[in-house]
T-cell receptor
Framework: KAGVTQTPRYLIKTRGQQVTLSCSPISGHRSVSWYQQTPGQGLQFLFEYFSETQRNKGNFPGRFSGRQFSNSRSEMNVSTLELGDSALYLC????????????FGPGTRLTVL | QQQVKQSPQSLIVQKGGISIINCAYENTAFDYFPWYQQFPGKGPALLIAIRPDVSEKKEGRFTISFNKSAKQFSLHIMDSQPGDSATYFCAALLGSNYQLIWGAGTKLIIKP
């Protein structure tokens, strides 16, 4: 089975712009979680989707949003980018109803200038 | 109450030694405790996991010890090798709200 794929791998944007990141989960997986990873901050949970429904959301401002499509692919969007949004954004998929064993993609490295 | 506290933040161990990373939690509703390993430039990957009805789980050189009464769990890496150098994250699953709560990570360096 192919692993979790994320596109693009690298992205450079300027403050005020918006960005959309894409995640394709492992085939058959219905749960997709998104994380922001910055040095010293560990993994910060953004949101989790299961069968197109957002089941949980972390403590991020409304500029961060996501969605999941019927084929389980997911996108996250960040509007009005700020310098502090520079981070590695990781997507993880899980096969069952509970997001216990998560399979991570390689991440998208976002740099905001 | 939703936090998982991980220590130490960084750890240097000689090759062949035992690496020990500790995590503590407060919420007794957590019901699944995985450890993830992350190499630079890669996403985290599941290393080993345990459920609270088990006190210890071993897979090769990696062992999780779980102390339910103390609300602590730890990862032991026996015979540590330079290839084990990575960042390790503990986590705890709150199944009722479908969220993994993550520790802050431990950067492990194994010196040859």
């Amino acid at each position: 089975k192919a692993g979790v794929t994320q596109t693009p791998r690298y992205l450079i944007k300027t403050r005020g712009q918006q960005v959309t990141l894409s995640c394709s989960p492992i085939s058959g997986h219905r749960s997709v979680s998104w994380y922001q990873q910055t040095p010293g901050q560990g993994l910060q949970f953004l949101f989790e989707y299961f069968s197109e429904t957002q089941r949980n959301k972390g403590n991020f401002p409304g500029r961060f949003s996501g969605r999941q499509f019927s084929n389980s692919r997911s996108e996250m969007n960040v509007s009005t980018l700020e310098l502090g949004d520079s981070a590695l954004y990781l997507c993880a998929s899980s096969g069952g109803g509970r997001p216990d064993t998560q399979y991570f993609g390689p991440g998208t490295r976002l740099t905001v200038l | 109450q939703q936090q998982v506290k991980q220590s130490p933040q960084s750890l240097i161990v000689q090759k062949g030694g035992i690496s020990i990373i500790n995590c503590a939690y407060e919420n007794t509703a957590f019901d699944y405790f995985p450890w993830y390993q992350q190499f630079p430039g890669k996403g985290p990957a599941l290393l080993i996991a345990i459920r609270p009805d088990v006190s210890e789980k071993k897979e090769g050189r990696f062992t999780i010890s779980f102390n339910k009464s103390a609300k602590q769990f730890s990862l032991h890496i026996m015979d540590s090798q330079p290839g084990d150098s990575a960042t390790y994250f503990c986590a705890a699953l709150l199944g009722s709200n479908y969220q993994l709560i993550w520790g802050a990570g431990t950067k492990l360096i194994i010196k040859p």
